[in-house]
């Protein structure tokens, strides 16, 4: 049916694009109401998850690919392009997190 955990029809996956809907993220800004967003999945064999995290303290990218169990970290205010990788300065514990 293209929709995944009531997915909305204007969140339906399409072809090569996994997509489920959100009611509420768990992180600041929170929403007021019943807000529900469209979350989609570019690779559907799922190799890889990246999750960005913007507050007024930090602006990081933290990826971890599955089929070789490696991991990127990036501090977008001060690596603008994400070139240097800061993963391997995580502690295990961190990359669990």
């Given at each position: 049916?293209?929709e995944?955990?009531?997915?909305?029809?204007?969140?339906?996956?399409?072809?090569g694009?996994a997509?489920?809907t959100e009611?509420?993220?768990?992180v600041p800004p929170l929403?007021?109401g019943?807000?529900?967003?469209c979350?989609?999945?570019?690779?559907?064999?799922?190799?890889?998850a990246?999750?960005?995290?913007r507050?007024?303290?930090?602006?990081?990218?933290?990826?971890?690919?599955?089929?070789?169990?490696?991991?990127?970290?990036y501090?977008?205010?001060?690596?603008?392009?994400?070139?240097?990788?800061?993963?391997?300065?995580?502690?295990p514990?961190?990359?669990a997190?």
């Amino acid at each position: 049916d293209g929709e995944h955990n009531g997915a909305s029809p204007r969140c339906a996956s399409r072809a090569g694009v996994a997509c489920w809907t959100e009611s509420q993220y768990r992180v600041p800004p929170l929403f007021d109401g019943d807000a529900s967003f469209c979350n989609c999945q570019d690779a559907t064999n799922n190799t890889y998850a990246c999750v960005r995290t913007r507050t007024a303290a930090a602006d990081t990218v933290f990826c971890h690919y599955t089929l070789t169990d490696t991991y990127e970290y990036y501090d977008v205010r001060a690596d603008r392009w994400q070139l240097h990788n800061r993963a391997h300065r995580m502690s295990p514990a961190e990359r669990a997190a």
